[in-house]
């Protein structure tokens, strides 16, 4: 039986068969993927399984080795065998099982990941410092940035100001302002800045429409990275949190059918952890550099 773990910047989730457990602690601003699991780990009923398959955020598409990795899960699951596994691709496998196309995964970052006849691309998941646009860190930042202007005067407010009351609240709470509370508080912000562009608050409707033009041209160049051109017809998943906002995704549609036509756009199959599930179960080699395999007796 395969242990899952989706380890993301704004929660963990983890499946032994039947069992399911969601923990609030995932990877904090800063942190090594190898650390934040250990952290996870800490807070878990103890569990047992012979194999476990790690999908992971932070490792901007390219699996260092994974020897300390298979250690971690000895210790902690008694396992002999781990994948480690980059969040996009687990993505990828779980949104389309396989199938030609890409797969968007918005979370707290930002990553795609395309397939095209065996042949497959990784795009952004650069993290929040140089990348994750149109993110969930990205969209609420630019908020809470643009909120803070307009609280200070800087701009004229047209109603973002009272959409964020709470998040400026909190900002002025942190006892430090640009750690990791400020990165969980940025991230969970996003939803905030989606309603208020339904809202029609005209700033909220800039930072969305550029989020969504920035994802576009991430799938778009996923797309032919894995050797794909503008008159394929790909079929294309968006998923993660920022995506249950209907607009955001129609909008991140619209850009992306302007460079490929033809495009399908499908409900993802799958989420992160089904794809972790059947990489434990079925992709049983490597291959780098988003999937690496550790075996420990």
């Not at 942190?174 to 029609?200: G, M, Q």
Request: hydrophobic share 45%; charged share 15%; with cysteine.
């Amino acid at each position: 039986m395969v242990l899952s773990v989706d380890l993301g910047q704004s929660g963990t989730r983890i499946r032994l068969g039947n069992k399911s457990i969601t923990s609030t602690r995932g990877k904090l601003a800063g942190e090594d993927p190898l650390f934040a699991l250990r952290k996870v780990f800490e807070l878990l009923e103890p569990l047992s399984a012979d194999t476990a398959a790690l999908s992971c955020t932070g490792f901007y598409g390219d699996i260092p080795d994974v020897t300390a990795y298979a250690h971690l899960c000895k210790e902690f699951f008694n396992t002999q065998k781990v994948a480690v596994i980059d969040d996009g691709l687990a993505g990828f496998i779980g949104a389309l099982h396989g199938q030609n196309g890409v797969v968007l995964t918005i979370g707290g970052g930002v990553v795609a990941v395309g397939g095209k006849d065996g042949a497959f691309a990784h795009r952004d998941g650069l993290g929040s410092t140089f990348g994750d646009e149109g993110g969930g860190f990205w969209l609420g930042k630019l908020a809470i940035t643009r909120a803070l202007a307009f609280r200070q005067g800087r701009g004229s407010n047209d109603g973002l100001l009272e959409a964020f009351a709470n998040q400026i609240d909190a900002f002025y709470a942190l006892a430090v302002k640009n750690a990791a509370d400020a990165a969980t508080l940025a991230i969970n912000s996003a939803k905030t800045l989606l309603d208020a562009a339904d809202a029609n608050i005209e700033s909220a409707v800039k930072i969305r429409n550029e989020g969504a033009r920035l994802l576009a041209d991430t799938v778009i160049a996923t797309w032919a990275g894995a050797n794909g051109s503008s008159v394929d017809s790909p079929l294309i998943a968006i998923q993660g949190g920022p995506s249950s906002n209907h607009t955001y995704v129609s909008t991140i549609q619209s850009y992306i059918a302007q460079a490929l036509p033809n495009a399908i756009f499908v409900e993802a199959l799958g989420d992160n952890l089904d794809g972790a599930t059947w990489i434990g179960e079925n992709m049983l080699n490597d291959s780098p550099p988003l999937l690496r395999w550790a075996h420990v007796i």
